[in-house]
């Protein structure tokens, strides 16, 4: 019991409350940041003149054995209130009683800040190399699919003939804002708690600046008070989490219908689909389903941990520990929705006909149809309204819009000659829309290499991201004079 004193009440705590109050359990999870905060921080101790260097070479050497053991799934940590304190007497039972020089100038709350950027950061790493292959497979799925055609849904209604590829440019297009929300997230992750100690700063002769140096941040905090009880990285990265997944889940749900006999737009992939134990015929699409859940769970922990932050006075609080569920589940159903989404998306077939067969039974080229005659100088709404009377004369027929003839459309507007419905066939109303963003042939090829950008810029900067090994590599090895 480390963190206790005759102050506190002794040794003495009653071990239900310690099983109560104890992180461990969760935090266990975050013993590679733990370790690595802990070399930087001696590194910076050593080379302050606050530790000897026979002390912080039998401590450095202690750390890295207990990472060592840890990577060979050998480490076993004594019951303490969190990882901080298990490495800590785990240190002490290798290297003896100078593991207690190591707390030098340091707290917990400085600590678990530091812990949490580290792990956040690693984590931003990892989502990014996932959005990177999703978007990569969005725009090759994309440019085979640019001579697909389906509807444009709005209200669930169909709505304009589109392509699948600039469906699929949709998707890639909310993802690449991921990309960006990540990025936002890393810069603010990017700042050194890691010296604010309990709430003031500390007395002793520390260098900051060494240790931000040392983990590859690129600023220090300019206030300890503030550094000890800010989580609004964990905020910032619950919500970028929330608000991706959210996206996922929206595609999700676009398959669910599309699976659907009523859309029988797709067929899945027999390696994807999923059977019922009691319908034989079942062909069920519970990936998408289990994409469009998790997104719920994520707000969920973005909605709990605000809740936590609001009634904080300033300064360090234990409430925070709380933070720790949420955000260690957050992070991998990210990367697991993102690899399912991955997994999944290649393995649903388009049904070209269907698709297309949605479109000819319909009316959604009325939109072009008045665009043809504006085209003529005919006023919009003048347009509007005469196609809007051809599709009601059409309903009552029972044909779709393709076979309206020239007699029943003229008799409502002279300009809805031969020519005009000449131009209803679907694809060539997908391929007239070349504005900018459009589904256009031309606008679409645009967007799949706006695409291809955004997965290769994402690759980069994940790759940009500064890793625990590698910082584990360096600092094992860092000059401690
Ligand atoms: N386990 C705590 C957390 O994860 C860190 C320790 C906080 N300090 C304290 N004096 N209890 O937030």
């Given at each position: 019991m480390i963190a206790r004193t005759d102050a506190t009440g002794g040794p003495g705590l009653l071990p239900e409350i310690l099983e109560f109050t104890s992180s461990l359990t969760l935090d266990r999870a975050l013993l590679r940041e733990d370790v690595v905060g802990s070399l930087a921080h001696l590194v910076m101790?050593?080379?302050?003149?606050?530790?000897?260097?026979?002390?912080?070479?039998?401590?450095?050497?202690?750390?890295?054995?207990?990472?060592?053991?840890?990577?060979?799934?050998?480490?076993?940590?004594?019951?303490?209130?969190?990882?901080?304190l298990a490495v800590e007497a785990a240190l002490t039972t290798r290297v003896g009683e100078v593991?207690?020089?190591?707390?030098?100038?340091r707290s917990r709350n400085d600590q678990v800040a530091l812990d949490l950027r580290l792990h956040v950061r690693e984590m931003i790493a990892l989502v990014l190399g996932h959005l990177a292959s999703l978007l990569e497979l969005l725009a090759a799925r994309a440019e085979a699919e640019q001579g697909t055609i389906l509807p444009a849904y709005t209200h669930r209604q169909r709505a304009q003939p589109i392509s699948l590829a600039f469906l699929l440019c949709a998707y890639g297009a909310m993802f690449t804002r991921d990309v960006d929300a990540l990025r936002f997230v890393l810069s603010q992750v990017d700042v050194n708690p890691l010296g604010s100690g309990a709430i003031a700063g500390t007395s002793l002769p520390i260098d900051r600046e060494l240790t931000r140096?040392?983990?590859?941040?690129s600023a220090v905090n300019p206030n300890a008070l503030d550094a000890v009880g800010d989580r609004d990285f964990v905020l910032?990265?619950?919500?970028?989490?929330?608000?991706?997944?959210?996206?996922?889940?929206?595609?999700?749900?676009?398959?669910i219908d599309f699976a659907s006999s009523e859309f029988g737009f797709v067929k899945l992939d027999g390696a994807l689909a999923c059977g019922s134990s009691m319908m034989p015929h079942k062909r069920n699409p519970d990936v998408f389903e289990l994409i469009r859940a998790r997104s719920a769970r994520a707000v969920g922990n973005l909605m709990s941990h605000f809740q936590a932050l609001k009634g904080l006075p300033s300064g360090y609080h234990r409430d925070l520990q709380e933070d720790r569920a949420g955000l260690l589940q957050t992070g991998p159903w990210w990367c697991s929705v993102l690899s399912a989404l991955t997994t999944a998306l290649p393995r649903v077939t388009f049904d070209r006909e269907r698709c297309l067969a949605a479109l000819?039974?319909?009316?959604?080229?009325?939109?072009?149809?008045?665009?043809?005659?504006?085209?003529?100088?005919?006023?919009?709404r003048?347009?509007?309204?005469?196609?809007?009377?051809?599709?009601?004369?059409?309903?009552?027929?029972?044909?779709?819009?393709?076979?309206?003839?020239?007699?029943?459309?003229?008799?409502?507007?002279p300009d809805l000659d031969l020519a005009a419905l000449g131009t209803l066939d679907p694809l060539a109303c997908v391929?007239?829309?070349?504005?900018?963003?459009?589904?256009?042939?031309?606008?679409?090829?645009?967007?799949?290499?706006?695409?291809?950008k955004s997965a290769a810029s994402a690759a980069l900067t994940a790759r940009g991201v500064p890793r625990l090994q590698t910082l584990f590599d360096e600092l094992r090895e860092a000059p401690l004079r």
């Open positions: 101790l050593a080379r302050q003149g606050l530790l000897c260097a026979e002390d912080s070479r039998t401590l450095r050497a202690g750390l890295v054995a207990l990472w060592e053991a840890d990577s060979r799934g050998e480490l076993h940590l004594p019951p303490e209130e969190d990882i901080h593991a207690g020089r190591l707390h030098t100038a140096a040392l983990l590859h941040f910032d990265f619950q919500y970028a989490a929330a608000r991706s997944l959210t996206h996922a889940s929206r595609v999700a749900a676009d398959f000819h039974c319909d009316y959604t080229q009325a939109t072009d149809l008045a665009e043809t005659l504006v085209q003529r100088g005919v006023p919009f003048v347009a509007h309204q005469a196609v809007g009377t051809l599709v009601h004369r059409c309903q009552e027929a029972g044909i779709p819009l393709a076979r309206a003839t020239p007699e029943l459309a003229q008799g409502i507007h391929r007239r829309k070349e504005s900018a963003g459009g589904t256009g042939p031309r606008s679409v090829s645009l967007q799949i290499v706006a695409l291809r």
